[in-house]
């Protein structure tokens, strides 16, 4: 009798269990099948993951109840095999990720892809990276300036890749609006597309273009021929339940097993993204006329008591209510921020000299601490010795009425919280957290009234992710049109290069003008954060230097201790602190071997592998 192993569809139970196939559900069982198995005395889903398995001698099986559909294929089952070790997760969340939404009992017909799509998008810059990018082969991290449009890049990996193979492509974005954007130029060009998570039949029939969010890294396209991710650094790809897996490293996995092309691309790739391959970037000229002009507003001397509103930015506020089509977007973030120490004479913030992030005063008056890496030094100004620090109050609150009353004119709030895109009227002036990047797709220029507090927010990325914010502010300028010129008011640019710059303006009010993200969008050079990152990151051994993982819940008090026990050289278990423990290794092989070899006490545990928090 033929036996398979299925793994039950229930978080608890990390066993996989044999079962017997009766002869009438033989030709519907494979391996990645959904089935419902008999497990003790309930009777749960489950999913078919080795087939043939050879049966123990004296054993009675049971047999399957039922076949229930179509699973993902035999490669994506191995590739969730992968990602349940190397994020330290149940198989089954992840296979319940790479499963279709709804029951899906039979297949349609394979796409016949018909040749590559017709490629009209003109040569370009985009299209020489294209080039490059083929040329090398594997995993290309592929640097896109934030004006330019990625689609010819979507194009010339479909033209390299479908070429007669039959095997699907696989386009990750990080948003369901993107996806059904470029699904729709891909079908205008005369690409069969799978949107997924909806048209998930179509791409197990194979020999299509799927497109999706993280989800659509596991989509189950049974062979691939190439496959890319737009916008790689988008935090949209971690998930941030256990196991915490990041679609982008699934993604490039899945392509190195198949030994097909994968291209990362993203306008400011981060360490973890220029670790995973290796760099194409275009040529300081192209790269520049990809970013906007950049006005970076130094507030050191201005008086910490004139809050948000510097000067330049007034004028900017004014030059938008002067004239109906115009806008400016204003950012401020709520969530996540820095509270931030200035010195008053000179202006300067208190600032660790190890990691960068904004120092908080320590529990005496004389000492300030680090809240990212717990560095301390003594309360005075690293600048000019002054002991004089007092705490930058930002008055978010009333944000909106304070820029109205400067603008003269109504400002519209958007937030995360408040409601959708067509709900945002056609104000000159709209202030926001970043959702408004996201909401609104068209302005003249984005101001960041409070960059500090993204640049110096002690967590892990912080600098990463606040040029992430900065590209996506290029993006939405860039699609506006208006020359720096236009959205300049009475800004006098910096006559430098103002010509080679995309459209619209970046407007950023800092006390930290230096910082490496305010020069990489001045210069529009992204590479100079991650390089400035790396020694940091170094010296404090954090990711990528190490692979981390934090362990918390109620049973983390037994498992915690388990570990440190098993832990091989060079792995460090530290804590507990507030319940949670801390595991450092020097590569994710040995992190992610030990939490699989160390058995998991029962009760409640998460398990968080790359943490993203910390
Ligand atoms: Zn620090
Ligand atoms: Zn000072």
């Known amino acids: 009798m033929r036996v398979v192993r299925v793994v039950p569809d229930v978080a608890g139970i990390a066993k996989e269990f044999d079962y017997l196939v009766p002869p009438e559900l033989s030709d519907q069982v494979r391996v990645g099948t959904s089935v419902r198995v008999a497990l003790g005395s309930r009777r749960v889903a489950g999913w078919v993951v080795t087939d043939e398995v050879e049966q123990p001698a004296g054993m009675s099986l049971r047999p399957l109840l039922a076949v229930r559909g179509w699973g993902p294929p035999p490669a994506v089952v191995e590739l969730c095999r992968w990602a349940a070790w190397r994020w330290a997760g149940p198989l089954c969340r992840l296979l319940a990720t790479a499963s279709a939404p709804t029951l899906v009992r039979s297949l349609p017909p394979a796409a016949s892809t018909g040749g590559p799509p017709e490629t009209t998008s003109p040569m370009g810059p985009v299209a020489e990276l294209a080039e490059e990018a083929l040329a090398g082969g594997g995993v290309a991290v592929v640097r896109l300036a934030p004006a330019h449009d990625s689609f010819p890049l979507v194009e010339a990996v479909l033209s390299a890749a479908v070429a007669g193979s039959g095997a699907g492509v696989l386009v990750v974005v990080p948003a369901r609006q993107v996806a059904d954007e470029l699904a729709g130029r891909l079908r205008r060009r005369g690409a069969s597309v799978a949107l997924l998570p909806e048209q998930w039949a179509s791409a197990r029939s194979g020999g299509v273009v799927a497109v999706g969010t993280r989800a659509a890294a596991l989509a189950p396209l049974p062979s691939l021929s190439a496959a890319v991710v737009l916008d790689a650094h988008d935090q949209a790809y971690h998930e941030e339940r256990a196991p915490t897996w990041t679609a982008w490293q699934v993604v490039a996995e899945r392509a190195r097993r198949q030994a097909v092309p994968c291209w990362l691309v993203s306008s400011c790739p981060t360490l973890e993204l220029l670790e995973a ?209 236009d959205a300049t008011g009475a800004v006098e640019a910096a006559g430098e290069a103002r010509a080679e710059r995309a459209p619209g303006r970046l407007l950023l009010q800092t006390r930290v003008p230096d910082h490496p993200v305010v020069k990489a969008a001045l210069l529009a050079d992204p590479s100079l954060v991650p390089a400035a990152e790396a020694p940091v990151r ?55 071997d030990l939490l699989a070899a160390v058995p998991r006490p029962p009760g409640r545990l998460r398990v968080e592998v790359d943490p993203v928090r910390g």
Not at 455 to 484: F, H, I, K, N, Y
């Open 277 to 485: 391959g290796r760099l194409v970037a275009p040529s300081r000229r192209q790269e520049r006329a990809g970013w906007p002009t950049v006005e970076v507003v130094d507030r050191r001397g201005d008086d910490p008591r004139r809050g948000l509103y510097s000067e330049p930015l007034v004028r900017l506020l004014r030059w938008a209510a002067g004239a109906e089509g115009r806008r400016v977007l204003c950012v401020l973030n709520r969530r996540g921020r820095a509270r931030l120490l200035a010195c008053q004479p000179c202006g300067e913030l208190a600032r660790c000299a190890r990691c960068g992030a904004a120092l908080s005063e320590g529990r005496d008056e004389r000492t300030l601490v680090c809240a990212h890496c717990g560095a301390q030094r003594p309360r005075v100004c690293a600048r000019c010795g002054s002991a004089r620090l007092r705490v930058l109050r930002v008055g978010v609150s009333r944000a909106r009425e304070e820029l109205e009353a400067l603008a003269g004119t109504f400002v519209a709030e958007v937030t995360a919280e408040s409601g959708d895109a067509g709900a945002v009227p056609e104000a000159r002036v709209v202030v926001g957290t970043e959702a408004v990047l996201h909401r609104v797709r068209r302005a003249d220029a984005v101001a960041f009234l409070d960059l500090d507090a993204e640049l110096l927010a002690p967590r892990l990325g912080a600098a990463e992710q606040a040029l992430a914010l900065l590209a996506r502010a290029a993006r939405v300028v860039a699609a506006s049109g208006a020359t720096a010129a």
């Open 538 to 592: 170094a010296e404090l051994r954090l990711p990528p230097v190490t692979a981390c993982a934090l362990v918390s819940g109620q049973a983390a008090a037994a498992y915690g201790p388990a570990l440190a026990e098993s832990a091989g050289p060079g792995v460090e278990v530290l804590g507990p602190v507030d319940g949670t423990w801390s595991v450092r290794a020097p590569d994710h092989r040995s992190l992610s």
